[in-house]
């Protein structure tokens, strides 16, 4: 039996569960009509008999999911000849590869022979047999939980409690994920960063002048050291998201006070929408725009005044990028300004200030904690943005801080890197994982900066 189908079949068991734990806890008490002689609703009841049918099964299937594969690949060396015993690790993972593939019925990198041909067999038996064998368990485990369960329904048992406990027990569990993941994503980068540092010495990245990553092949050529001083890199990645936001901020806030305080409702009903437009809008599309419209406008604008400008320039990059990012600032502005109390706007009305006064000193001071986080997730937006810096602002690990100049950026560096078939081993690679490194750190100082400004401004209003 498929998983697939296995999971839809306890899925029905469950919900026929809940009709019948329910059906029983009414008639332990003389029908629907007597329902308030129950300790929890009925439906909690009902609850709780497929919450029993379904947890026992659904974790045996989890467990199953993850021993199931080594005990199958476990079980055929185990029957290979006294041959295939003393292979290294790396033979024997190859070979166990290609006796999947042949199970699978995928390509393999041998010759097909009677033993390989005969493990393949013997894995697809084991794994026929192993779907049987969980199907049997997990439907038998499905049934035991709801039997026990439906028998201890009486009306006094505390059905509400114990399923709200089961609830909060896997609401505890979804959260956990996210904080997990952080921590599997921080650790999975450290370590590879560790092993770049034990190359590189860490002073060398953080306060180098010159970013040439590229490693030879032969000891003997040139340029087989690399060089990963890493200012250039985050030189340009402040230059581009400086201009960036030099754009985005205040076109973005502008517009949002515009919206918010000042258009009709025809105008902002309009307006709004078509400005969110842009935001769903693939950062390769604005890429194109940079290079076949902007750059050339920005280089042919320098020229005419008598300025040198290269073809792809952190200032054309820059400037689509702030425009990508204008939504972004928008929006955020825009329900930080909404969610000040009307009754704000008001008292300053009442008291004579003009419209602009009471948005410049009630509002805005008001709103600033909004609008400020909103600033700082479009700062980290333009600092992970690759793909317009690529076709606007080239490659070139450029030390300047001249917008007419070409640059790159480090998350532009972290694709050149890791782009094709590499090995871990190098340096050249494994720099990516300390630019990444550097750029979570970069994003957590933000995020300290952004609490600490909302912490500073933040008022209660009752």
Request: hydrophobic share 55%; glycine share 8%; proline share 4%.
């Amino acid at each position: 039996m498929q998983s697939t189908t296995l999971i839809l079949l306890l899925g029905f068991m469950a919900t026929a569960a809940f009709y019948f734990g329910r059906g029983r806890s009414l008639s332990l008490v003389g029908g629907p009509g007597h329902g308030t002689a129950l300790h929890s609703l009925p439906g909690y009841y009902g609850y709780y008999v497929a919450i029993w049918v379904a947890i026992p099964a659904l974790a045996l299937l989890l467990l199953w999911v993850m021993v199931e594969p080594k005990l199958i690949v476990t079980l055929v060396v185990s029957g290979l000849p006294e041959a295939y015993r003393d292979l290294s690790p790396g033979e024997l993972n190859l070979l166990i590869n290609n006796i999947q593939n042949l199970a699978s019925g995928d390509v393999v990198s041998v010759a097909v022979d009677e033993t390989l041909q005969a493990a393949a067999n013997q894995f697809n038996q084991y794994a026929a047999q192993s779907r049987q064998i969980l199907a049997v368990l997990a439907l038998g485990f499905a049934g035991l939980g709801g039997a026990i369960a439906w028998r201890r329904i009486h009306p006094d048992l505390r059905a509400r409690n114990r399923v709200e406990r089961v609830i909060r027990w896997f609401l505890i569990a979804a959260s956990s994920i996210a904080i997990f993941t952080t921590v599997g994503i921080v650790l999975s980068v450290l370590f590879e960063a560790i092993r770049f540092f034990q190359k590189v010495p860490i002073t060398e990245f953080l306060f180098g002048l010159n970013w040439s990553p590229q490693m030879a092949i032969r000891a003997d050529q040139v340029g087989s050291s690399g060089s990963f001083g890493a200012v250039p890199l985050f030189t340009g990645t402040l230059l581009v998201t400086a201009i960036a936001m030099v754009v985005a901020v205040p076109v973005g806030l502008m517009t949002a006070i515009y919206l918010a305080e000042y258009s009709s409702a025809r105008v902002r009903a309009t307006a709004k929408p078509l400005l969110e437009v842009l935001a769903g809008i693939p950062t390769v599309v604005y890429g194109f725009f940079a290079a076949l419209t902007v750059a050339p406008w920005v280089r042919q604008a320098g020229e005419s005044v008598g300025l040198e400008v290269a073809s792809e320039s952190a200032l054309a990059a820059g400037l689509v990028m702030g425009i990508m990012i204008i939504p972004l600032v928008s929006s955020l502005s825009d329900d930080a300004i909404n969610a000040v109390p009307t009754a704000m706007r008001d008292g300053a009305l009442g008291l004579g200030s003009t419209r602009s006064e009471t948005m410049t000193k009630v509002i805005l001071p008001a709103a600033l904690p909004g609008i400020v986080g909103g600033i700082l997730l479009a700062v980290s937006r333009a600092i992970g943005e690759t793909m317009i810096v690529v076709m606007a602002a080239g490659l070139a690990a450029n030390l300047t801080a001249n917008p007419f100049e070409a640059v790159t950026t480090v998350t532009v560096q972290i694709v050149t890197l890791l782009v094709g078939d590499q090995e871990f081993d190098s340096a050249k690679t494994l720099a990516a994982f300390a630019l990444g490194l550097m750029l979570f750190v970069v994003t957590l100082f933000l995020n300290v900066i952004g609490l600490n400004v909302v912490r500073k401004y933040r008022e209660q209003y009752d």
